[in-house]
Each structure stands twice: as C-alpha cells, then as structure tokens.
C-alpha cells in the first residue's frame, strides 16, 4: 500500500510505545500562521497523550521559520490555546528565529562535504519538469545537480538566486512509526534532491526541524500523516549530521467533505467555535477524542483524564484502512 507522498507501510503491525532508559520528549511544534482547530488539536492531543503516559516532558517549539506568514498575534494566540485545552508543556516556547546560527553550522557541515548544490529552478521550471499524479509531492528531477560552474555562472549573471538542494542517495530508510507500522522510503526515486535552504535564504523546514529536535532533546515526534514522508528525509539529514533519531507517529488526518483536510478555512473546526458550542476546553477535548477513536466516548475529558486509558489502538490506519477521520461538524 502507498501513500500519497510514496512512503509504504506494511500490514498493520503496532509496535507499542517505546520503552528503552531513556527520558521522553514530545513536542508541540506549531506555526503560528492561524489559531488552533480540531486537527492540530487532536495531533496536539497524542503528542501530549503519547510523552506523558511515559513519565515524559513536553516541549513547545514554535516554528516561524516563514517569517511572512508567522504573525506575533498568532504566537501569543497559539501558546494560549495550548493552555486553554489543558495540553501544558514543560520547556520552552523556543522560536525558530533565534536558531539560524545552528541551522547555519549544520548547513555549512553538509556543504563542507559537497552534499549540497545551487538549483537555479523556477516554481515554473519545476512544475514542468515533473507531471506528478494527483496528490503525489513532485520529485525533484535533479536537473540543476550537475551544472558546470559557467553553467552556474551565466545563471547567476541573469540574475537568478539560487535555493541549496541536499543530494540524496539510492539508499533506502525505514522506520517504524507507532500508529503507520514499517514505513519506507527510497530516497533518489520516491523523495528525490531536497530543499535545505530556499531562495530568499530561509533554511528549509527540514533541516530546522531535524537541528532543533537534537538541541532541544525531543526524541518522541508525533504529527499528521501528511507529514509521514517529510520523515524518510529528516532520518537521512539526522544520520549525516550525527544526530539521534526520533521514534515517530503519523496520526489520521481529519477531513471535511470530500476528504479535504481539515484547516482554518472550516469555521466550525476552530477553537472559538468549538468552545462556544462544547462550552469547556474538556468538552472539546472529549469531543475529539471520541470521534477520532481516543476514547470510548465522546464524554467531556481532560488530557489528564485520558491518560489512564490511553492507547494509539482505536486510530483508524491510514494505510490499511485507507481512511481519514471524517470531521462530523456543526451539523453532527
Ligand atoms: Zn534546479
């Protein structure tokens, strides 16, 4: 079975939560692009579910990495719906913003070993250069991979700022995600060169995700399945920066009508809404732990309260049962 991205899992094997000596850390990593809604609630919510019933911390990072869409009102906003639910965290907030010296250093460790190239491509050029199937991420085609420096030069002159790819191998990564079983990936085929630095000089999300998880300890990442094939090439960034890996978990998308994931465009998906329906922060968390398979009901829950019974068994599996978590909505 293939997801979208091109990772596959295998038959639905959980391996359980992990155990091992040492301490867990989760993060809450929110973009501070909008407030909180029923999805980034309930990834919030496992994340949450998944460090504690451990004995684990919580971090709070917020990734403002694009700083145009990253407005403060919204950094506040985050960190107050956070508390609001109930979903606390231990260390932080730490902002991305203050972290481009270590985005700096790991860059420019790849760069010494010739990992990483100037790719001169439009968003136009890319599009065009690969035609990938509906709901399938375009990969890179590594046109700009081998261009000689007077290649590279006469691009320069016509004025093109070039992004910083990552050469990928034909290597293989597998891990296994808590909720997805044994995933794969092959690098060259399914994922391809990546962005590490963009155009205009942002390091690119994965290589910030991967130097800020390290720092800041977190060694238990639990996201949206639409996140599951960013993975493959974190693992890969990790192994060659000499940084721990992560033990993973993808949980089920909710969606609105017509498997659309659910976003800040779905009114009756947002916080405030849900708060003036529920009426409590616990009403809501019950709410979405019922729906999505967290508990047994829909009976209003705190976090804390969820712990006891707590199991990643009720989420549906993406892969094998090809399904999302259908957002039932206002009209439920
Ligand atoms: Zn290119």
Redesign the pocket.
Known sequence: MTAACGASASDGERTGVPGGDRAVVGRFAPSPTGRMHAGNIFAALVAWLVAKSQGGRMVLRVEDLDRERSKPQFIDGVQRDFEALGLYWDEGPFFQHDRDEAYQAAFAHLQERGLIYP???TRADLHAASAPHHGEKPVYPG??RSLSASERAKREAAGRRPAQRLTVPDETITFDDLIQGVTTQRLDIECGDFLIQRSDGAFAYQLAVVVDDAAQGVNSVVRGVDLLCSTPQQIYLQQLLGLPSAQYAHVPLLVAEQDRRLSKRDKDAALDELLERFKTPAAVIGYIAGITGLAPTTDPATPEELLDQFSLDGLPDCFIDNVQIRWPGATA
Request: aromatic residues 20%; hydrophobic residues 0%.
């Open positions: 790719c001169y491509c046109t700009c």
